[in-house]
């Protein structure tokens, strides 16, 4: 390794695809129960809970890692603290395992969910973000001393760069938009108005901006793209995104009691957020043609331009046509929403993750090569799945939001009767989806420790 920081990346890395790991398990067992209730020994919502918050926390590790990662190269110095790097990664590790245990025990045992200084010790029962309240506060100090150290790393060197500083600022505000999910409200409709604050700002808002970051830092280090070229696109797309996903925000307010006024900026603004992504596709694809260097890590620039075109396709085209008003009247908490939910997480966050991940290997193993031939093996088989479990939902969904919406059929009704068939595929496709991430974890552990010519 270049720099001793490279093994706290390494250490967030590992982590995060053995979490990603169980997300998919745990995915395939949700899947399954649809097709039958007890299936498990853990019930539909527990699962539920931790396949969702798996997603979250295994990406949350693998932005850590990139992000100590691309501090590090760009400052060209060793992180601030190493001590205290190695210290926000263990007790982050505990503090998620302490919660993955509560929620466990609480699908066993419901009543242990007790108050404790007046909030629940176990988990919160607020959707997507059910960590309780003691966890909610150890994660924010995580985050404070992860931005912290990057922070101080950039500063000690007085090298500053444009990739620096959106990765610092994505990374405070990512901070920041955690905080209206720590507390609630007694009033549903201002509970929930705060609540999509972490929901939608938190995702598309601050972790885009570190997204954008890590796209212009892999492809100059990948390509040996300009600096300056990619530094003003980048501000570009990054001021796209948050006019569009900030104001886009109003498209979770339609139903909750908010003013009529929401529909309009909702509307329009949700119908705007593809365009920073069109844009991101063409100049990464435009960008391409200015490489200064021959393209070694192959495998890195195919994962990191496959996530820009998945960006698109999911968080874009999925997510705005359903949107509008007057069609989300009639798909809002159907199951076409969770299709774009695995479709743009995928795209979005995990390819991204991964592309890093692949980005960063050779400085990890200490290699200038490693065998790819795997690594494009474990993409096929993950994307080829989740287009087929996004069809499957999507399926699901259009015929959900007519027989329930329009016809007037009840859920269970159409769940048994009408969609059995979309959960059976989703399962055998979740399972394609495992056998790519089995393929990638392997990849991981052995890339760059094997011989040249092997990679089966």
């Given at each position: ?56 926390v ?29 210290f926000?990664?263990w007790a ?84 920041l ?175 991204l ?5 692949y ?15 795997r ?20 399926g ?52 760059g ?8």
């Open positions: 390794m270049g720099y001793e920081s490279h093994k706290i990346a390494n250490n967030f890395f590992t982590s995060a695809i053995l979490l990603f790991l169980i997300q998919i398990v745990v995915g395939i067992i949700a899947a399954l129960q649809f097709v039958w209730p007890d299936f498990f020994i853990l019930n539909f919502n527990t699962i539920r809970t931790l396949h969702i918050n798996a997603l979250v295994w990406l949350l590790l693998g932005f850590m890692g990139a992000s100590y990662y691309v501090i590090v190269e760009e400052s060209e110095t060793e992180l601030w603290s190493i001590p205290l790097a190695r926000q990664f982050t590790i505990l503090t998620v395992g302490l919660v993955v245990i509560g929620y466990i025990i609480m699908g066993f045992y419901p009543q242990a969910n007790i108050t404790v200084f007046g909030t629940l010790l176990l988990n919160e029962g607020r959707e997507y973000i059910e960590a309780p309240r003691w966890a909610d506060i150890l994660i924010v100090v995580s985050v404070l001393l992860f931005l912290l150290n990057t922070t101080m790393t950039a500063w000690k060197t007085r090298k500053f760069t444009d990739v620096q500083g959106v990765l610092i600022a994505g990374n405070l505000f990512l901070a938009m955690y905080l209206p999910g720590v507390f609630y409200t007694k009033n549903m409709i201002m509970d929930q108005f705060w609540w999509w604050w972490v929901i939608h700002l938190w995702v598309e808002g601050a972790w885009e901006l570190i997204a954008a970051a890590f796209l212009a830092f892999s492809l100059h280090k990948l390509l040996g793209a300009d600096r300056t070229m990619l530094a003003k696109w980048m501000y570009i797309e990054v001021g796209l995104v948050m006019f569009t996903g900030i104001l886009g925000l109003g498209h979770h307010y339609y139903w909750i009691g908010t003013p009529a006024y929401w529909l309009w900026i909702g509307g329009i603004f949700s119908a705007l957020e593809p365009v920073p992504l069109v844009l991101m596709v063409w100049d990464s694809f435009r960008t391409t043609k200015y490489a200064t260097k021959p393209v070694e890590n192959r495998v890195g620039l195919f994962y990191t331009i496959s996530h820009v075109v998945f960006n698109f396709v999911g968080a874009g085209l999925w997510g705005v046509f359903h949107t509008l008003p007057q069609i989300n009247k009639y798909t809002h908490g159907t199951q076409i929403t969770t299709a774009h939910g695995h479709i743009a997480f995928y795209g979005v966050y995990a390819l993750v991964l592309a890093m991940i980005i960063a290997l050779p400085t990890l193993r200490g290699v200038k090569q490693f065998n790819q031939s690594g494009y093996v474990a993409f096929w088989w993950m994307t080829i799945s989740m287009i087929f479990i996004t069809f499957s939902l999507t699901a969904g259009l015929v959900q939001s007519y027989l329930e919406r329009v016809m007037g059929l009840d859920y269970v009704t159409v769940k048994s009767a009408y969609n059995h068939y979309f959960w059976i595929f989703r399962a055998v496709f979740g399972v394609g989806f495992l056998v790519g991430v089995l393929i990638f974890v392997k990849d991981f552990f052995v890339a420790k094997e011989p040249l010519a092997k990679a089966s």
